[in-house]
């Protein structure tokens, strides 16, 4: 795992995660005398408050790279020109493709069961409730992803190496109970306060309770086929949500190679220059006018087009390393200091906003719609912009459904994850398939398992969904996904 020099820490998370469920947390210290009592197969208590910081830290890492970069071609916020991203913009995910993604998921998923198990003796209900609700947050983005995972025997490491496969259904149910207890356990503010090594709400026992809520409402949300009052009949025991900008559940990077943001680092740092932005996003806001153009896209660097903010056609490999061609991702999320988001309140709205719109509640329905593209247009700087923007009738209310998701889409190109999971549900916006694609114009509709699971954890898959087939199984649908 990389070494993250974050609010003037040093984090190193020491994981060492071979294979699937093969390797074993390794800890290291420096002694000066071997000591013969100790087993140097155990690994070494770390403290609570070092496994927090590096769990949401790493969790910014996944969510704000492996987890969007794959879905963000997907739904067409980028459409990358050569390497990897023109691959992935062509839809040739191959179980490599997504090792990483996998595999980082379920090292975070280790530090916090690692915290949920110290508690036990500790007591600590606010490390406790905070190390669930991001077991479950962690745990829906790789099943919204995948499909089926191991789940009830996955953080078992010291039992189960090769742990079988959950249906997503039953995740799902679990998932949702997991978040009630996360909740109820954080709001008895109880136990030692993580303070400063809490990096996304300073221990703030009331802001972690919306978050939980807020994430139980997405969870419920996404199950809007399989279980269409849901969500509704959670949002009418009014919860306490996050409502406000300066609530949004996010990762904060620095100014330093070492600690900035993940799209920063690999658009920039590494000096790849082979992704680009797809010019299905930016001819959508162009033709609305909207704001957020001037901080979404990287205007395009060199040559007659300099200036110029263009998005290349999905699936087109016309090189661009002398970036003259295409713009890239834009100062508001891809800056050495850009955040990461986890949950904002522009998304909890716009949730909210389909919610009332599917109850036939059009005066709460507009009200949340625009809630959400304020509070976006807010968190951007932009907010002197709403109203004229929220003005434009091919930006207000209009009472469909298409309206909603095409405005959620703009406004989560942060959250390509959740974009893929919105996309899948409702249809919205209306995508063409790329051009140049190897899966015969189907847009993909899951992730492929990964290459570690194929070779580590094979008997598992085969008696679980199956061995994936390349390209096919990017067309099977998640159980939530009618």
Known sequence: MKKIKFFDQIINTKNLFVGFFTGILLLSSCTSELDINSDPNAPTAVPNSTLLTSSE????????GEATRIPSNIVQYYAGHRGQPNEYARYDITPSSTDGLWTNMYNVLIDLKTIENNTSATNDKLYLGI???????????????????????????????????????????????????????????????????????????????AFGNSLKLRLLNHLSLRRPTAALNFLQTNPTLINDTA???????????????????????????????????????????????????????????????????????????????????????????SPVILISAAEVNFIKAEIYFRASDATNALLNYNNAITQDLTSLGLAASATTYLGNPLVAYNNT??????????????????????????????????????????????????????NVNTASLQAGPGIPLPYVSLSNKVWWDL
Not at 401 to 420: N, V
Not at 429 to 442: E, F, Q
């Open 57 to 64: 830290v790493n969790l910014g890492y996944i969510i704000g």
């Open 131 to 209: 190390s669930q609700l991001l077991q479950v947050y962690s745990f829906s983005v790789l099943t919204d992803a995948f499909g089926d995972i191991p789940y009830s025997d996955a953080l078992k490491l010291s039992s189960t190496l090769t742990p079988a496969y959950d249906k997503q259904e039953d995740i799902y149910n679990d998932l949702l109970r997991r978040v009630d207890l996360g909740i109820a356990n954080v709001i008895t503010n109880t136990g030692a306060n993580p303070g400063t090594a809490d990096v996304i709400y300073r221990g703030s026992a009331t802001k972690w309770a």
């Open 247 to 337: 609530n949004d559940a996010k990762l904060v990077f620095g100014i330093s190679a070492s600690n900035s943001n993940p799209i920063y680092q690999f658009d920039v740092l590494s000096g790849r220059k082979d992704n680009a932005v797809a010019n299905t996003l930016v001819n959508k806001m162009k033709s609305l006018s909207d704001p957020r153009i001037s901080v979404y896209f990287k205007p395009i660097v060199n040559g007659a087009l300099a200036g110029q903010i263009l998005g290349n056609i999905p699936g087109d490999d016309t090189d661009d390393s002398g970036e003259s061609l295409f713009s890239r991702t834009g100062s508001a999320y891809a800056s050495t200091d």
């Open 401 to 454: 459904l298409e309206r909603i998701m095409e405005q959620k889409w703009i406004t989560m190109y942060q959250g390509a994850y959740e974009s893929f999971v919105d996309w899948r549900r409702t249809g919205f916006p209306v995508l063409t398939p790329s051009v140049n694609n190897r899966t015969s114009n189907a847009i993909p509709v899951r992730l492929s398992y990964p290459q570690i699971e194929i």
